[in-house]
């Protein structure tokens, strides 16, 4: 197998495992296990909690010690079997203390993978775009073998999704042992490098960007987290819930490969991360209204509108800004506002909101929780609409920010 082939194999892996668990796990906590939405927020809010903390050690030791790949191998390997044992689990603090294990092996592999790519990819900026798209489709793979799973199996309890991403973390960690070799390198980068990028926040439209995508982060939790539960609530079956939540990823696979390169030359930067905040509360209004069931669904493919346009093109935002010396680190800052902080407090304060709402008998008055983010997505809208007047042409578009769905 071609080193481009396998490097395809290991994203569609890398995300596979994510995929498994992230879109379901919470209805199996609330509905299964009795979690509060509370609990089971903060069981999500580890993941971003570890995307903060372990990437600068292992980024560490892949830069000094050990073969990237290797270092790949072992944190899948343990991050499978920790899967594989909190699936057993049905206590909070015992899949807690498991979940806390496995983000904190998973996290730092988003990065480890993108190096390999980087590192033996002839021309990166052509290829990687076209290897990082393996990753969606495997995020939706999982979901689709989910449902399929669940339909043919007469299943007693849906702890299912973390079994299948134990099972994806083992594959991917017995498969990383054959990824072309990728040695240390043996002078380390400085692991707070991104500090570096704290001058850009004295350009007044940077600093809007990062607080409007700190604040659209934690929303995003709402529809991670909450959505699950919510859509068995209204009535959809629980054996078909993974291949429905696949459809946001279907979407977003549209309008990156279709919209994103036609539209952004157009209509640059702005314009582009306004539509993508705006779609934010046109999504939880539809899911405050909670009817009818098709529309409900329908929504779904807003994420392609919402992540894409907003998440994306942020990225791609501040390459366009950021110098040349201090662009990587302005890239690292931006992850760790949106998938490290901006995610953890999403998480909790989500799972918070979830609980706040419960009725007298256990159910869940969804209108009032989806009308939080709504409102919160609309005053960021315009807030981003008034104070970011970002004039410059939008940047030519030549590859995928490795950002994850």
Known sequence: MGSRWRLSVMMFLQYAIWGAWAPVLSQYLVAELGFTKFQAGFIYSLLPLATMISPFLFGQLADRYLATERLLSLAHIGGGI???????????????????????????TLALTNSICFHNLRDSEKEFGRIRVWGTIGWIAAGWTLTFWRSQMNLTSMSDSLLLAGGFSLLLGLFSFGLPHTPPKKEGANPLAFLDALKLLRNKNFAVFMLISFVVATELQFYYILTAPFLTDIGINPKQLPAIMTIAQLAEIIVMAALLPLLLPKLGARRMLAIGVIAWP???????????TWLVVSSLTLHGFCYVFFFVVGFIYVDSVASADIRASAQSLVAFVILGLGTYVGSLFSGWIGDAFKLADGATDWTKVFLVPCALTVAAALAFLSAFKEKKPAPELEEEPAVVA
Request: without cysteine.
């Open 82 to 108: 920790a899967l594989v044992f909190a699936a057993t689990q049905t206590s909070y603090d015992g899949i807690r203390a498991l979940m806390l294990l496995y983000a904190l092996l998973y996290a730092p």
């Open 282 to 292: 046109i999504r939880y209004a539809i899911f405050a209204i909670g009817a009818p």
